[in-house]
């Protein structure tokens, strides 16, 4: 092999390494306009926050958040939580079992606001989406490159907030295919 090849896989480690040494989590002037942001959106009354939440270009963030939820169950989650959570409704699971019956229920679904309605309202998996958007979504936003933070963050309040208001599920609008 040539000088050259060695210096170039020398050259593509060092650019490997660098952007693996690049930080992941946001600043913390950053972080601190996100705690500012979910403070204020908190304290929004429902017909406040359901009015934001119209205005938001919905479609890909509730793409990403299912989708972020996608990954917890199916490769991410902490297995004793998920597992702990799935049993206190149901019999005892393992976590294979609650990965089966999740990718059976959103086998051939899209990730839109019919799937996030289906979950909003499944007995199965409502419990695991609120408490991931309760612990483990903020982690995503803290560490993820999303552009448009407050519009993420007025989806995941207003999911929230619809399930201790079930009159909000009829905010989320979905779309019908034509034939």
Aim: charged share 25%; net charge positive; aromatic share 14%.
């Amino acid at each position: 092999m040539s000088a050259s090849y060695y210096e170039e896989a020398n050259n593509s480690e060092d650019i490997f390494f660098e952007e693996i040494s690049q930080p992941l989590v946001k600043s913390k002037s950053e972080q601190l306009d996100i705690s500012l942001q979910i403070n204020e959106i908190n304290q929004m009354d429902h017909e406040q926050l359901a009015s934001e939440y119209c205005k938001c270009n919905k479609s890909n963030i509730i793409k990403n958040l299912l989708r972020q939820f996608h990954d917890f169950i199916q490769i991410k989650g902490d297995q004793v939580v998920i597992e702990s959570i799935y049993d206190i409704q149901y019999l005892e699971k393992n976590i294979a079992q609650v990965r089966k019956e999740y990718h059976n229920f959103s086998k051939n679904k899209l990730f839109n606001q019919s799937f996030l309605l289906s979950i909003l309202k499944s007995k199965r998996f409502s419990y695991l989406f609120q408490y991931f958007l309760k612990y483990y979504i903020f982690d995503w936003i803290h560490c993820g490159n999303i552009k448009n933070i407050r519009s993420h963050l007025i989806c995941i309040s207003f999911i929230q907030k619809c399930f201790s208001n079930q009159q909000l599920l009829d905010k989320i609008v979905i779309y019908k295919k034509r034939n």
